[in-house]
């Protein structure tokens, strides 16, 4: 063994004091198809003068060699070489554990699949989630997991004990196939960390359904002295909650992307398909509305294939319409500029009752509260979108010479309801607002950041310094949800569970609220908000088999956003906040951000329709799902609906990018 020291000991240690140790317990476990995991124990350890770590081990029949290199003062770049010794093959997967000291509450992080214990108690939607101890009544609900590496954001697992915390991450291919991550609180409750050669889905495979479909375990067959070489990243962490941050970013720094850029079209152009797309398939002129969806078949299924519905904002609505807006008034376009104003003057027109907007347009039902599933529940995070849009319209229509009284009615109207809802005693913003009175009906989760950015905007468009205090009060209320490394509740459709989409809301309101608080805590808080949506943002980009659809068009999925844990699919939603994101790496002084949001900006210029039958669509649509991996639909689908928020969102960030200097070569 090449090393200075040598040692025979049971295990290799990363970390090793009086509050606990990380360690690697074996060199690697053996996972056989009768469900054990035979490990091949430690029989010896060195440590060369550069500080590389070695571990041998032989038994049942295999030997393996783990070699640590060094890579700062708290990261190792990882080898681990196994080889078949024994003169008979063998079925057998392998396994990497990294075990941590005692831990209250590990933290779990699996980037864009697991949150901490990642679904609350009443969360109404199921889906993998952590407890210490097994739920019988739930079965989506258990102390280990483990998943597939293309259904994470970065391949890579995080935890924490009660000295510090700890990370592994791997890719998504290796010479065994497909790998993948885990985790588990092992008895006397240490937390370990896992990573899978091939990979394994356990104790369930999730699917996007309540349904748990069969654990996947995944073999090898080895063939006598067959040898692979498995490679990854192995980090020490101090005790802050969020000290993934940098590791993350170090991993995605590290991981090459292509000279050339993903996207299609320069932003200009996708403007101007998106807009065609938006106005042609989603119009609809009596009564003005923006469909949610339009079927790419139209000759099987035709308009039975559309959703007559329209969301005020969210999957449809005034943030979509704006965009419109603003792309008719730039090119001149009257018919655009003119459906745009008809759509948002339709739900100003429309108040529910409490004065605030409703939820949904559909024609079925006319007016209605939307997806919460309370006829009287209208969603705080749909209305406050809309109100911030709404205003954003204004504003933009004002400095053109066009005026909307209406609209400024409606933009004090749900901010009124907005400020009754906020806690007196916390400033909590309200989650739900009752359609019928608009008072709070609860402030649980973090849907109520939405109303920040509009309170902020508003101060200054009617120059109401009221507005900006509640802001301020609101944004230290949800601070704490920030720095709990927890956002949850801010679409309609996924209850309390965590989403990508609390980020982008939380990125807009304390972006906004630093520029107009720059003596406030806020930079601190939007940066924290930002690392935290950016573990949803994937860092790589997926193989995809050669006979898919995105694999024939060579889709690339780095900058793209996982929606959520629950919803395993890649979404766009991100460029809602594209300019806040590049604005808060100006304040920053931080590249980082930038090139991610320039990634994000870049991966969504693809699968834009360019002509009528560009994959199976129609020019200008553009779908709302990227299936990178097994959930809803097979690794390398596209779903063949085109939505209102996919091309509206797309439109907006081409427009607003006109005004960033930081996008100007995308244009």
Known sequence: MPANVAERTRELRLRDDADGTVTFPCTVGLLTGDGHCLPVPVSGTARDEDGTLHAVGDAHGFRAELRLVPDGPTAYGATLTVRRTAPEPLEAGLRVELLLGESDDPGWLIPGVFYGENRLPGCTRRYPRYAPVADEGDPMTADAWAFRADRCATPAVFARDRRGGAALATTEHGTLGEQGVGFALLDGGRPALRLHAPYREEPL??????????????????????????????????????????????LHTATEAPDAPAAWAGADRAAALSAEGLHRWHYRSDPPVLLETAAFDREALGERGDRPAMHVSWVSGIPYAHALLLHGRRVGDSAKAGAAVAVIDHICANPAPGGTFWGQWSADRGWSAGWTGDRRRLHARTLGDATLFLLRALTAERALGHDHPRWETAVRANLAAALAGQDPATGRLAAAHDSETGAAIDRVGAAGLAWVGALVEAAEAFGEPGYLDAARRAGEAFGSDVRSEFLCGAPEDVSLAPTSEDGYNAIIAYTLLHEADPAGPWLDLARRAADWTLTFRYTYDVRFPPHTLLGQYGFRTRGGDQASPSNQHLHAFGLICLPETVRLARHLDDPYYLRSARENFDCFRQFVARADGDFNAYRGMVSERFYQTECFQAKGMLLTLSHAWSAGVLLYACEVARNLPELQEDM
């Open 205 to 250: 495979s999730y699917y996007g359904s309540a349904t748990p479909r069969p654990a996947e375990t995944v073999l090898h067959h080895w063939h006598p002295g067959e040898e692979h070489t498995l490679r990854f990243s192995a980090h020490l962490l101090d005790n802050d909650p969020h000290a993934y941050a940098p590791v993350l970013r170090s």
